[in-house]
């Protein structure tokens, strides 16, 4: 008994570290550390915490907004008319922009058909607000306005215009936490744009996104584009992850390389994210919509090209050339077959020894016999000896 | 006559708060730091509810209610964040014992000794966050810069100076 009130103390704070430990062990028996969600127990716990935490939180963000808001309407009203010009400039910019990618889609649509390709595209999405933040660098983890009532389910992709976000790690009834693509934790399948290459993008302690299982090669170059594989079975295949922002040896894992990503979402200042719900094998009926439009447009635009103009600068002759009689077109007559005319040359106004027909055929000439014409000498051999 | 009495210095110095103050003020640090890198992200840095367990530590003196704290605060920090729960208990539990103990043997009412508590306590939990996630989960992934943990003590000292300063205010009187 003595022993106890003397050490009170140290056996308090011995108890109190092994109650958490134990806690820890019985976590770390699901795969924590792997960015997926928790056991049934923890979650409750972050549940209510966050319940808790959550009304601060929407408070706050209300409040933030409000004000930003105000503040954005006034500016706004000051450079509408400007920027209505700007953004009409852009959507014909974006128009000639748009013909040429709907192009390369078709080109990749017909490819894809040939190689009986199964392409996940996205099907139905949940946009959200960021309320808040897990408040610590060493773990960066969103909570966005939006849980299981609106059919978030744990490794949904979140998702910006700009490029993934990160997945859905926990859901509440009424708010989910997302973890980001840079936390420690956190792991996506990409692929880089331009050579193809395959690899993981993890999280690291400073924050930043990094690819580390690649091994040097020269074909890898800063600014390269990073996206998502779709091989991690959490993110669609093709979404715009980052740009490749410096390469260098991984001193801790020789031979890899530390090939550092930018992302392209700023996740420090992200306040409104698309949750992907749902994924489907088929285009979604507006792409599909606009890709049939875009074909029936190029469709159109090679018929163009292949018939003749109207407005070529020699049109051909009535009598067509060397006398070929073009075929009837006449409005109203029966369609008669082009007949494409064959070129002939011209007659010979000088005929010489070289004009076609004016040698005999070999089968007509005799070896040894003078040469028929008479007239000209043979070229002296130069390898004959005088 | 002077009456002197053999109370220890830990009997004579340790302060007591009440009960709102006790409650409300580590959950608005809890709060805030969750809400403050939603405005300004470089403010990730910061560790409020670090400030706070060692405000509370070393204002009480005892290191029960210390160990208390620091484990209370440190569970709800861990509950906010993807971490598994017990990872920054564990840690600030150490911290809010450690600082308890100390400040019953020096004097914490002085600005340059808070200041030096601070950035000596900060360093020392980063030195416990690497054990506890490399060693005790075994998470080889997990890594720490130090320069940045050293920037990291330096701006909780900064801001734990005032913070130590406002919250004296709340102390109960003798």
């Known amino acids: 008994m003595d022993f106890v009130t003397r050490f009170k103390n140290a056996l308090f704070l011995i108890a109190v570290l092994l109650a958490q430990a134990i806690a820890l062990a019985m976590q770390v028996r699901t795969p924590v550390d792997s960015g997926q969600p928790d056991g049934r127990s923890v979650r409750l716990i972050r549940m209510w915490a966050t319940s808790a935490v959550t009304p601060f939180e929407l408070s706050a963000h209300a409040i933030g907004s409000g004000i930003s808001h105000g503040w954005s309407d006034y500016i706004d009203l000051r450079h509408v008319r400007q920027q209505n010009k700007d953004l009409q400039q852009q959507l014909t910019r974006m128009r000639i922009e748009q013909a040429a990618i709907a192009e390369d889609a078709l080109e990749g649509r017909r490819l894809q058909t040939l190689l009986a390709f199964k392409e996940r595209?996205?099907?139905?999405?949940?946009?959200?607000?960021?309320?808040?933040?897990?408040?610590s660098d060493q773990s960066h983890v969103l909570t966005i306005d939006k849980g299981w009532r609106d059919g978030l389910r744990p490794d949904m992709a979140v998702i910006t215009q700009d490029g993934i976000?990160?997945?859905?790690?926990?859901?509440?009834?009424t708010t989910a936490h997302v973890l980001e693509i840079d936390d420690q934790?956190?792991?996506?399948?990409?692929?880089?744009?331009?050579?193809?290459?395959?690899?993981?993008?993890?999280?690291?302690?400073?924050?930043?996104?990094?690819?580390?299982?690649?091994?040097a090669d020269s074909r890898i170059k800063p600014g390269e584009q990073v996206l998502t594989s779709g091989g991690d079975q959490v993110y669609p295949r093709g979404l715009p992850v980052g740009t490749i922002e410096s390469i260098a040896p991984d001193p801790d894992h020789q031979p890899y390389t530390a090939i550092v990503v930018h992302p392209a979402v700023n996740l420090d200042r992200v306040e409104e994210v698309l949750v992907i719900t749902g994924t489907q094998s088929n285009l979604p009926p507006d792409a599909q919509q606009d890709l049939t439009a875009a074909e029936a447009q190029h469709a159109a635009d090679l018929s163009a090209e292949r018939l003749p103009g109207i407005h070529d600068d020699e049109p051909p002759s009535p009598a067509g050339v060397n006398g070929a009689t073009?075929?009837?077109?006449?409005?109203?007559?029966?369609?008669?077959?082009?007949?494409?005319?064959?070129?002939?040359?011209?007659?010979?106004?000088?005929?010489?020894?070289?004009?076609?027909?004016?040698?005999?055929?070999?089968?007509?000439?005799?070896?040894?016999?003078?040469?028929?014409?008479?007239?000209?000498?043979?070229?002296p051999n130069p390898d004959k000896p005088k | 006559m002077v009456t002197r009495s053999y109370m220890s210095r830990r009997?004579?110095?340790?302060?007591?708060?009440?009960?709102?103050?006790?409650?409300f003020v580590p959950l608005a640090a809890i709060l805030l730091q969750v809400l403050l890198p939603r405005l300004l992200p470089a403010l990730a840095i910061l560790d409020l509810p670090l400030v706070i367990t060692l405000f509370f530590a070393v204002s009480r003196r005892s290191p029960i209610a210390?160990?208390?704290?620091?484990?209370?605060?440190?569970?709800?920090?861990?509950v906010l964040t993807s971490q598994p729960i017990g990872v920054n208990g564990m840690a600030k539990s150490l911290i809010g014992y450690a600082a308890a103990s100390l400040g019953s043997r020096i004097d914490v009412e002085n600005t340059a000794t808070r200041a030096l508590l601070t950035f000596g306590f900060s360093l020392l939990q980063?030195?416990?966050?690497?054990?506890?996630?490399?060693?005790?989960?075994?998470?080889?992934?997990?890594h720490v810069l130090w320069l940045h943990e050293l920037l990291r003590a330096a701006v909780n000292t900064v801001v734990a100076v005032p913070i130590f300063l406002l919250l004296d205010r709340t102390k109960r009187p003798e």
């Open chain 1, 185 to 215: 934790t956190s792991g996506a399948g990409v692929i880089l744009a331009s050579t193809r290459i395959r690899a993981i993008l993890r999280g690291t302690a400073a924050g930043r996104a990094q690819i580390g299982n690649l091994t």
């Open chain 2, 66 to 78: 210390g160990t208390t704290t620091g484990a209370t605060i440190g569970l709800l920090q861990d």
């Open chain 1, 121 to 135: 595209y996205v099907g139905s999405t949940v946009a959200a607000q960021v309320i808040g933040s897990s408040g």
């Open chain 2, 11 to 23: 009997e004579v110095e340790q302060q007591s708060f009440g009960l709102p103050v006790a409650i």
């Open chain 1, 165 to 173: 976000v990160g997945k859905i790690r926990d859901v509440d009834p």
């Open chain 1, 326 to 379: 073009p075929a009837s077109t006449a409005p109203g007559s029966p369609t008669v077959p082009t007949v494409i005319p064959v070129p002939h040359p011209q007659p010979t106004v000088h005929p010489d020894r070289y004009t076609t027909g004016s040698t005999p055929p070999a089968s007509a000439l005799t070896p040894g016999a003078p040469n028929p014409q008479g007239s000209e000498q043979p070229a």
């Open chain 2, 126 to 142: 980063s030195i416990l966050l690497y054990l506890i996630e490399r060693r005790l989960l075994g998470i080889r992934s997990f």
